[in-house]
């Protein structure tokens, strides 16, 4: 069967659609009073009612509904005939549309919505109801999986309260998909809203009837969920429905501390203790929500990593990998329930009832190769007791990428007080080199938190980043692009300036050095791969004495020694010494050129590096 | 109430909702008072102990019909609301090897009476496999056993029929399945829904059988394919029963708790 979504795109069928049939609602034109509308019971009795017109859902066949004169209840003239798809028909993935009225029908007499129905085999309707009317669909209920079967038999959909219905031109609803994958027919016939008075104890919810209690803050916005009624049909049974919360009125005891709107919507405004409850006319509908507010929130510390160094899990601050979850409601010993919220526009998780909760981001999993720390930002919004402590468990999913293969491997970090305190955000940083547990980090896929006396937290910018320690073997980023103006530039090697023509970046001196020039983040650079020395001829001498720098930006993320020389015929050579590795990505480093004294600076041939490791070398330039 | 039912049944033509029926009020008689249990009372307090006893745990065979309930006499399966009701609830609930309790209470050795009027007024139970009964027994029965003590059902409700009553005599040759039965079908309403009064008026040759007022059944003497043993003094019994061979058993679908609310029972001659 399909899912109970309902598209609510209006498609009129090419055949069928809007018979008016002149208006049954009989109002005195001079009467100012506000109209009444016509309480004409029948919907599709021997065909349609007056004004009734038929519309199918968007992405249903659209031809699946038939006014059939064969096959009719009682031997009636007229039945309504659905023929529900199989799966993969090209015509469309379910039978369904809405039937409604031009004109608005006063169904506030009435407390069912009745009709006879017999299929050709044994089917659950996915939805059957009333009140969607291809607009608002304000006062919508429906019955989501009503059992027929081959003999026809009557049903009833209760009217949660008719008393709201004094405008309707919803009448009736079906939305059915196929029967475990095949299609099949069914009919409805005889249509009609009536007072049965045998339906009773009617009984909405809000939150599943639950009695929810929750922790909030100026801003923060929920919905109230679970929305339900259910109500006892004249054979004893109770029957569920789903119902539009406008049948809903909803009340806030306290709204100074939050507001609850007509949609449903609770906002929090303030400090203190406010329950929401929901009533359907005169009766209270089961469960309710407590918020305590704790007024003004204190978001979490903004995250001031370059998000270049970040692989962020759960932030606002940087974009988040794919996640596969937030909380995998582990079974069958979690108790961690996730009632996150957003406020001031910052995302927030929230675990209640915690012991211990899940996150998974195996899809792809993370190369943490590259990686230095995990951030994690904590609040307990509960006092800390003694014996309290926080893990955090990262794992790392191994080679198959994937949960279990006898190849994952994780580690538990163990936090407690006074790192773990209460009503106060608490930064984690913890280095992955610390983490002896992970065989690897390449295939990073969970993190796991576990507590022990922490019934609640929230948790903020998760993510994973490179304080600089760890140096990429080849650079992620290109080299920073040169400021300086052109014409204060003598360029040797760089794609921001026009370089001296004719230079040979490999001459054979003999060295061992493997060099290539690479493409960095489309970048042209130099590629020194296992250095012992290499040279560097100038396609013509140059006289760089009206320069006072030899610019050069490099990055090296294993050599432990490197020094550049610049050479004049003689030949007479200087070394400088550069700082080595990298620590933090590229280096740009302008070297007085006095340092090289005492090289003839009017006649420079050549250039040199030597030291060990693998270099990437960029903008290689003189300028003033 | 007391013997198997083998299968439904739905005897005599007297039953209700024919409008049209003429005779259905007959003259009000000059009834006087001579028992009654208003049930006013604290919240919480078991019924009056000089007017009620308790039958208690699971019976004979499920107290003759294979119900499933355990009778209990604590205060979660009978009680005094504080409004003026006795409330019987039957919980669904593991009890000493039963998944249902609830509540039976009679006036046996404390009240009976041969003749009068019945009446108890009350919102019954509802859902399938709910037996809510109100109804009277032969108070020589530990003496000649039922059936030929007699037995009067004053009012009995299938809870997956909450519209509809049954009023039923047992007698000997006539119990069980052959008991003379006959039902009275609320239009457009529910016994679950408010209070109705259910009610016999029982003198030598006949019984009446009322609901809220209107005659829907009468038998008389000659009705009865077997003695007529209506001529001796009868007690009183409440009880809510779960599930049993009379009605079937109840199922996932059905509501749990369930309450039979009495706002009184009274007793005229």
Not at chain 1, 42 to 56: N, Q
Not at chain 1, 496 to 514: H, I, R
Not at chain 1, 531 to 545: D, E, I, S
Not at chain 1, 550 to 571: E, M, Q, W
């Amino acid at each position: 069967m399909k899912s109970n979504h309902i598209i609510l795109t209006f498609k009129t069928l090419a055949f069928s659609v809007w018979l008016f049939v002149g208006l049954s609602c009989e109002n005195d034109p001079k009467d100012f009073q506000q109209a009444t509308y016509s309480k004409n019971p029948e919907v599709f009795i021997d065909g349609f009612s007056p004004t009734l017109g038929y519309g199918a859902f968007s992405g249903s066949v659209l031809t699946a509904f038939q006014v059939d004169n064969e096959v009719t209840y009682n031997n009636s003239a007229a039945s309504m005939r659905f023929d529900v798809p199989s799966v993969n028909d090209p015509d469309g993935t379910y039978a369904g549309g809405v039937f409604l009225t031009s004109v608005p029908r006063d169904l506030s007499g009435y407390d069912a919505l009745t009709f006879w129905a017999k299929a050709t085999k044994t089917a659950s309707l996915d939805v059957v109801g009333f009140g969607n009317d291809f607009g608002l669909n304000k006062y919508q209920a429906s019955i989501n999986g009503l059992n027929i079967n081959t003999t026809w038999k009557k049903y009833i959909i209760p009217l949660p309260d008719a008393s709201k219905l004094k405008a309707e031109k919803g009448m009736l609803l079906v939305s059915e998909g196929p029967e475990n994958g095949a299609g099949y027919s069914f009919w409805l016939d005889d249509v009609k809203f009536e007072k049965l008075g045998t339906l009773a104890h009617g009984q909405a919810s809000i939150f599943a009837g639950d009695n929810k209690t929750e922790t909030s803050f100026n801003g923060v916005q929920t919905n109230i969920s679970g929305i339900q009624y259910v109500v006892n049909l004249p054979n004893g049974i109770n029957q569920s429905m789903s119902i539009s919360s406008s049948y809903l009125d909803f009340v806030s005891s306290n709204p100074a501390v939050a507001t609850v709107d007509a949609s449903g919507v609770i906002s929090t405004l303030g400090q203190g203790t406010t329950v929401i409850t929901a009533s359907l006319g005169s009766e209270s509908a089961a469960g309710s929500l407590t918020l305590n507010s704790f007024g003004t929130f204190v978001n979490a510390p903004l995250p001031t990593r370059d998000p270049s160094t970040v692989k962020s899990i759960f932030s606002n601050a940087y974009t988040n990998v794919p996640v596969k979850y937030y909380n995998g409601y582990y079974e069958p010993y979690q108790t961690t329930r996730s009632a996150d919220f957003t406020v001031g526009g910052d995302d927030v998780l929230n675990y209640t009832n915690f012991n211990f909760v899940g996150i998974e981001f195996s899809e792809p999993t993370i190369d943490g190769s590259n990686l230095s720390h995990l951030h994690v930002d904590l609040f307990m919004p509960n006092p800390i007791v003694a014996g309290t402590t926080f893990k955090v468990n990262l794992v790392d999913f191994g080679a198959n990428a994937a949960f279990g293969g006898g190849d994952d491997t994780n580690h538990v970090t163990t936090f407690s007080p006074p790192t773990i305190v209460s009503q106060n955000w608490i930064s984690l940083n913890i280095p992955l080199s610390s983490m002896t547990g992970l065989a690897s980090k390449a295939h990073l896929a969970q993190i796991i938190f576990e507590g022990t006396n922490i019934p609640n937290f929230y948790a903020d910018n998760i993510y994973f980043y490179n304080d600089g320690s760890v140096i990429p073997a080849t650079p992620t980023v290109a080299a920073p692009t040169p400021t300086t103006p052109a014409a204060n530039v003598i360029s040797i090697f760089s794609n921001a300036y026009t370089n001296v023509a004719g230079s040979d970046y490999n001459p054979n001196w003999g060295q061992a050095t493997v060099t290539t020039q690479v493409n960095i983040a489309g970048n042209t650079t130099l590629k020194y791969a296992g250095l012992n020395y290499q040279g560097l001829q100038f396609g013509t001498p140059q006289n760089v004495t009206s320069k006072n720098f030899l610019h050069l930006d490099y990055y090296t993320a294993n050599s432990t020694s490197l020094k550049v020389y610049l050479i004049s015929p003689g030949p007479v050579e200087k070394a400088v010494v550069l700082t080595v590795p990298t620590t933090g990505g590229w280096r740009s480093i302008d070297i007085p050129l006095t340092s090289f004294s005492p090289v003839n600076l009017s006649n420079l041939i050549q250039m040199k590096f030597d030291g060990n490791g693998t270099i990437f070398l960029d903008n290689i330039y003189f300028r003033d | 109430m007391k013997k198997i039912f083998l299968f439904s049944i739905v005897a005599l033509s007297m039953t209700g909702c024919n409008s049209d029926d003429k005779g259905q009020q007959i003259d009000s008689r000059n009834w006087q008072l001579v028992w009654s249990d208003e049930f006013d009372g604290a919240s919480g307090d078991l019924p009056d102990a000089s007017k009620w006893g308790f039958d208690l745990g699971t019976g004979a065979n499920g107290w003759g019909n294979q119900e499933l309930q355990h009778y209990t006499n604590r205060p979660q399966n009978i009680a005094l609301d504080g409004a003026g009701n006795l409330v019987i609830t039957a919980l669904k609930e593991n009890y000493q090897s039963s998944q249902y309790t609830s509540a039976r209470i009679k006036t046996q050795n404390l009240f009976s009476q041969a003749y009068g009027r019945f009446e108890a007024r009350l919102i019954s139970p509802y859902g399938q496999g709910i037996w809510p009964a109100f109804w009277l027994l032969g108070a020589n029965i530990d003496t000649v056993s039922w059936p030929a003590c007699g037995e009067i059902d004053v009012m009995e409700i299938k809870g997956q029929q909450p519209s509809i009553v049954n009023g039923t005599i047992h007698g000997p040759g006539y119990s069980g399945a052959n008991a003379i039965s006959g039902r009275y079908a609320l239009q457009y309403d529910r016994f679950d829904k408010g209070y109705h009064l259910f009610a016999i008026e029982w003198d030598a040759d006949k019984i009446d059988f009322f609901v809220d007022g209107y005659l829907y059944q009468r038998i008389e003497k000659s009705d009865v394919p077997g003695e007529w043993v209506y001529d001796h003094p009868f007690f009183m019994i409440l009880n809510v029963a779960v599930g049993g061979n009379y009605l079937g058993n109840p199922t996932n679908d059905t509501p749990f708790p369930q309450k039979m609310t009495i706002d009184y029972v009274r007793v005229y001659r």
